[in-house]
């Protein structure tokens, strides 16, 4: 079965720190790989995603993910945290190029310190 | 453009009460997604449309949920009779015209059973 799997439902950074949230998935096809960002009260908003090619991709608010087969992880990164990232973050697979359902993981919250 | 529209934003009601939530997709977007969000975890899907027709409900429970679309532009999702288990965040999300693009989502409706 495929899924998504998060790991750390909550994370805490200092402001400046670099932020890194984990994502691996488990996928029998070649997967679409997603970032999203639920500010409170908020619907979804995508981050960046991996379709196709380069397997560094570079999202909005300075954040980018890498796609690593070997691994089956998609990892979020950014390199200096700020105040407005403290948000839930969650990662999504589409089951390739057919597929329109996405699987969500359960979602990290960033939690930022002044 | 106008983003994903639902209503009410809040609403609580007691068991064994109905209830319904609307959405009103981005223009132009003829694929409309019902996802379930509870408390902690990532949104699920419930219903998929494309304009008028439910392509996938699959994991909409058919006993106490119903939904539709019918001129194929907005929504709505009832549940009647509701349980407490019903408690949630009910998303609504649009995509474009073909294909499995982008979703686009709401601020959803939060949904309290007392």
């Known amino acids: 079965a495929q899924s998504v799997t998060q790991l750390g439902s909550h994370v805490s950074v200092s402001e400046g720190a670099l932020v890194l949230l984990r994502c691996n998935y488990s996928?029998?096809?070649?997967?679409?790989l997603f970032w999203y960002v639920q500010y409170p009260n908020q619907g979804l908003q995508l981050l960046l995603k991996?379709?196709?090619?380069?397997?560094l991709v570079k999202g909005i608010n300075g954040f980018e993910a890498e796609f690593k087969k070997s691994e089956t992880s998609f990892h979020l990164t950014k390199p200096s945290a700020h105040m407005s990232d403290a948000a839930e973050y969650f990662c999504?697979?589409?089951?390739?190029?057919?597929?329109?359902?996405?699987?969500f993981g359960s979602g990290t919250r960033l939690l930022v310190r002044p | 453009e106008a983003g994903v529209v639902q209503s009410p934003r809040y609403k609580i009601i007691e068991k064994k009460q109905p209830v319904a939530f609307w959405c009103n997709p981005i223009s132009g977007h003829n694929t409309l997604y019902w996802y379930r969000q509870n408390l902690g975890q990532g949104p699920e899907l419930l219903i998929r449309?494309?304009?008028?027709?439910?392509?996938?409900d699959s994991q909409l429970p058919k006993d106490r949920f119903s939904a539709e679309r019918l001129k194929g532009v907005d929504s709505t999702l009832k549940i009647q009779p509701a349980e407490l288990g019903d408690s949630a965040v009910y998303l609504c999300a649009s995509s474009p015209l073909a294909g499995p693009n982008e979703q686009f989502f709401g601020p959803g409706t939060r949904l309290t059973v007392l």
């Open positions: 999504a697979v589409r089951l390739g190029d057919s597929s329109y359902k996405l699987i």
């Open positions: 449309y494309e304009n008028e027709e439910a392509v996938d």
């Open positions: 996928s029998s096809v070649p997967p679409y």
């Open positions: 991996y379709t196709t090619g380069a397997t």
